[in-house]
């Protein structure tokens, strides 16, 4: 179990299919088996994944499906049929060759973190000799060199793969299982420290209006045309998001963890200035208001956004992540987005001295 100096190579799930795939065993000498407290083996893949789903998917190939696109389609049925179902090991970089499923609760309820699987235990055929692997029903694989997660151990991923010269290629000896963590759980543990949040990409800058907020009135108990100098100040929560499972949207501030300098770096790069949680805006305006009216101030901010996407990585040695983050703030100018609403004053409002004051023509005050 000699240790290798090269970086293994692990895939996310957007990776097409490594180079340098071992050559296929002889047909005859493959084996396929299921784990799930009990060893079983069958004579070909289909009879191993009709095992593996309780015999509800039948129609497996009689080999493993070489490369990931093939086996992702298959694994998402199998997934349906066996909620338990943690992950599928294959002798081969590319998915293929001998065949090792086991179903370890689909790291669903109280599975601890990480659960570690011995494969010298569960089956010494498959001991330093399988190359790739792929999670199964919300598990990400740590594979490692030794028993019980020690030796070199790989990060935790949705599916990898160990190519001849690279790091844990015919060493793997044990594996963990980490639940994949939902977006709102990444998000969290990028805030609290938890995780390592990396910035991955910006991808997409633009210029929106917010809801208008009436920040200031006057009004006019007199029978001519007022003329009133008004000043008026307003806050705007800024809003720094991450988004989560089905649309949701987890609103946490300005941090963001490790991500928080390189999306304020990015935010200053594309609109030449840096976020804060709040924007004031702070002016003196002069106004007409006709007689015997109630005028409204409204302000509608508008705010510059940036969106991009991060990766999560837990502490733990633990799955990844990929997080989609939004930074909305609003442009600090106090002069654009500014309307009035005239009302006409009834005499129930003329005759109530808190618009219409005995000694005056009428109230001005900021919101």
């Known amino acids: 179990m000699s240790r290798k100096t090269a970086v293994s190579a692990l895939a996310a799930l957007t990776v097409l299919s490594p180079l340098g795939v071992a050559q296929a065993a002889d047909a005859a000498s493959l084996r396929y088996c299921h784990y799930n407290g009990t060893l079983t083996c069958v004579a070909d893949f289909r009879a191993l994944v009709k095992v593996a789903t309780f015999g509800k998917v039948q129609d497996g190939p009689l080999t493993a499906p070489s490369g990931q696109a093939a086996l992702t389609a298959l694994t998402r049925r199998m997934e349906q049929a066996n909620p338990y179902l943690s992950s599928m090991h294959f002798s081969n970089p590319d998915w293929s060759g001998s065949v090792l499923s086991i179903a370890a609760n689909g790291c669903r309820g109280d599975m601890p973190r990480p659960a570690i699987m011995n494969l010298h235990q569960i089956d010494p055929n498959f001991d330093n000799r399988v190359n790739s692997e792929i999670g199964m029903n919300i598990c990400q694989v740590s594979p490692a060199e030794h028993p019980n997660r020690t030796g070199y151990v790989g990060h935790a991923r949705p599916i990898g793969w160990h190519n001849q010269g690279t790091a844990l290629f015919n060493q793997i000896t044990s594996i963990s299982y980490y639940p994949t963590p939902t977006q709102a759980e990444a998000a969290k543990a990028c805030k609290d420290g938890t995780a390592k949040c990396t910035l991955n990409q910006t991808t997409k800058a633009s210029i929106v209006q917010g809801e208008s907020k009436a920040v200031a009135f006057s009004s006019n108990c007199t029978s001519i045309v007022q003329t009133r100098a008004l000043w008026w100040e307003t806050s705007v929560a800024n809003e720094q998001s991450f988004q989560t499972e089905y649309g949701q949207k987890l609103t946490i501030g300005l ?112 919101l």
């Open 255 to 366: 941090e963001f963890g490790d991500l928080k300098t390189g999306i304020e770096a990015s935010f200053a790069q594309r609109y030449g200035h840096s976020t804060t949680n709040t924007t004031t805006f702070k002016q003196q305006d002069t106004v007409s208001i006709p007689p015997r009216t109630r005028s409204v101030l409204y302000k509608t901010p508008v705010f510059q956004v940036l969106s991009g996407s991060a990766w999560a990585q837990m502490n733990d040695g633990g799955a990844v992540t990929s997080l989609p983050w939004t930074v909305k703030q609003a442009v600090a100018d106090g002069s654009d987005g500014l309307t009035w609403d005239e009302v006409p004053l009834t005499a129930a409002e003329l005759a109530n001295p808190s618009l219409c004051p005995l000694s005056g023509g009428g109230v001005t005050k900021s």
